[in-house]
């Protein structure tokens, strides 16, 4: 049977339009070789492509059902090229970091192409000081935040030399035939007695029972923000309508000093690295705000949609690899970030509080109900539901804040140690910035993803993250 796409992880092919790009992925920053030689490029094509059969994904790509009689598959693509997938690629002379997040912005401007398999990685070289870097972007649809980080891990190393990976030749299986692709769907709605009856639905184009299905999206999107108040109005500085280019930022700092903050603030009462975490974000936002003469008062708030990945709960993969076979496995919290406050202890306990309540209340919001899907069962009703959810995402969020665990050890590549590791997230319709959060080695690197003509500012606000962190503490 062909390897179909779950609903979640098809909702982000649809909710995928041109200003709305649906990529995740990561900026990698590595310091010369130790030894002193030059990074060896094409070496390093060789060793990613010894390691693809550790992440079979790679090598497939998606295929739609004649008809739409079911959600997409993923196929072995037999046309599979490395060299499309790793580019190279330089900046000018004197490689600022400057230059290096615009050129940044622009590889994240540029969607994947559905006829081969959804990622790419770029090797940026004359970044300053001898370092280079790595642009990682890979289609929501093959992964969440957690699994795209895992799978970077297996691209790199904990020592300087390489680990070896036994050989293994890869052929690729033979692809389906379009009678096969809707033979099997039918099979699988067969299976499902609710798929055949949307089947039948389809068939006599029931206006109606479609209009319903709707509804139940709309309720379901309503039902995946419970866990806080109703958003207010949407911040014409966060959410307004967005274009296809993008623009990057990107703020360093110490996890030490996360922790330092939560010590200090949170002894006795609830509170996590994660809660401090936003709690930079929101005094940040805050800071950012005034700069554009947003008015502030006391009760204002940002509301942030917070992304949980499940696959804790679920333990780790059968076979022991990280990342196991891809997907999506993820829910998310609401949380409203009092950028009215004045004081930093303030706002990091309020989200602190605010975030416990949530967690024991179990209140995250349901991953189907997260991407509109309440009752959608075709294609073509989870395309409109996951498309409906996007526009929808302003009313029920200002900003995406996502934090993920990244390696507590050094890791390299051909040799080259890894400085830096900052997340890529996608923008939603309406959004004007997402951010990304990812720790490694001592450090808590933030990524700013945000649209080139809607935030000019984007440095502005990155800049901001290490006042914010400084002003948790502060005497």
């Given amino acids: 049977m062909p390897d179909r796409l779950s609903p979640l992880d098809a909702s982000f092919l649809y909710m995928e339009q041109p200003t709305t790009a649906m990529h995740v992925g990561g900026v990698m920053t590595f310091l010369p070789p130790e030894d002193g030689s030059e990074f060896d490029v094409d070496a390093f094509v060789r060793l990613v492509g010894s390691r693809l059969s550790l992440v079979p994904r790679y090598r497939q790509r998606v295929r739609e059902v004649p008809g739409r009689l079911a959600l997409p598959v993923w196929v072995d693509d037999p046309d599979f090229d490395l060299s499309y997938h790793i580019r190279r690629s330089a900046l000018p002379a004197g490689g600022s970091d400057d230059a290096l997040r615009e050129l940044v912005g622009r590889l994240l401007s540029r969607r994947l192409d559905r006829d081969r398999p959804l990622w790419e990685c770029y090797v940026v070289e004359g970044v300053s000081g001898g370092r280079f870097a790595l642009v990682t972007k890979t289609h929501h649809a093959m992964v969440d935040g957690m699994a795209s980080m895992d799978i970077g891990t297996l691209l790199l190393d904990r020592t300087p030399e390489p680990r070896e990976v036994p050989e293994q030749e890869w052929t690729p299986r033979r692809p389906p035939s379009r009678v096969e692709l809707a033979a099997s769907a039918v099979l699988d709605n067969l299976r499902r007695p609710r798929g055949a009856v949307d089947a039948a639905a389809r068939a006599v184009a029931d206006v109606r029972a479609a209009a319903t299905k709707v509804g139940r999206t709309v309720a379901g999107v309503a039902e995946a923000a419970r866990g806080a108040p109703l958003a207010g109005a949407p911040f014409d500085a966060l959410n307004r309508p967005i274009g296809e280019q993008r623009r990057y930022g990107m703020a360093r700092t110490s996890l030490a000093e996360h922790r330092a903050a939560r010590k200090v603030h949170c002894q006795g009462g609830p509170g996590t690295v994660n809660d401090v975490v936003l709690a930079v974000v929101c005094g940040a936002l805050r800071y ?174 990155a800049e901001a993250m290490n006042t914010s962190l400084a002003e948790l503490l502060a005497p």
């Avoid at 690899?321 to 930093?344: C, K, M, Q, T, W």
């Avoid at 075709?378 to 302003?394: D, I, M, V």
Wanted: hydrophobic residues 45%; charged residues 15%; proline residues 8%.
């Fill in 288 to 461: 950012w705000l005034m700069t554009r003469g947003a008015p502030l008062v006391a009760d204002t708030t940002v509301r942030a949609m917070v992304p949980v990945s499940l696959r804790a709960r679920r333990g780790p993969a059968a076979d022991g690899r990280a990342g196991g076979s891809g997907g999506n496995h993820i829910s998310a919290y609401f949380v409203d970030l009092p950028v009215g406050l004045d004081e930093p202890a303030a706002r990091l306990h309020r989200i602190a509080a605010q975030m416990e309540a949530q967690k024991r209340g179990g209140r995250e919001a349901a991953p189907t109900a997260l991407v509109g899907l309440a009752g959608l069962v075709t294609p073509q009703l989870h395309s409109l539901g996951a498309r409906l959810t996007s526009k929808l995402s302003s009313r029920l969020f200002n900003v995406l804040v996502t934090h993920v665990p990244g390696p507590p050890r050094p890791l390299y590549a051909m040799g080259a140690r890894l400085e830096d590791l900052y997340p890529v997230v996608p923008l939603a319709q309406g959004q004007a910035v997402g951010i990304g959060v990812t720790s490694y080695h001592g450090s808590v690197c933030y990524g700013l993803t945000a649209d080139r003509d809607a935030m000019p500012d984007v440095d502005v606000l």
